[in-house]
């Protein structure tokens, strides 16, 4: 009964540390990638999306699979400095499941001074992989 009693304090704690530092880690890959972006690094701010076929990214133009496909469009798309500008995000909610998967929400905002400012709205499917949160399905509007 003592372990019992034990196991129901303890281990709602344990997962919401866990929770806690799933988040805090999420967040700190989001803050990496807009390091990257903003130094005009494309290729690096990839390497947080899953290196697979699998990986979707859904825009206003349609649905993007696989990872150098992905790359392709966003090279495409942001052909220089100019256009990539200087990103922000500002996360709404992450909400970890199972502490493998995680959704996020968010808004983004592309300060490009002489081409026009950009931005909008994205949700992740982010998933944990060999201990790394990565990218798998990008909604991006």
Known sequence: MKTLLYCL????????AQTNKDESDI???LNTQITLWNAGDVKGFMEYYEKSPNL?????SG??????ATL??????YPNRETMGTLDFDIQE???????????LGKWHLTRPTVGDAGGYFTLLMKK?????????????
């Open 56 to 60: 979707k990214f859904i825009g206003k």
């Open 94 to 104: 992450i909400d970890v499941t199972e502490g493998k998967t995680a959704w996020v």
């Open 9 to 16: 304090l303890f281990f709602p704690t344990l997962l919401f």
């Open 72 to 77: 392709a469009r966003y090279l495409k798309s």
């Open 63 to 68: 649905i993007v699979s696989g990872w150098e």
């Open 27 to 29: 967040k700190s890959v």
């Open 129 to 141: 992989v060999n201990g790394k949160w990565l990218v798998v399905r990008d909604h991006t509007s």
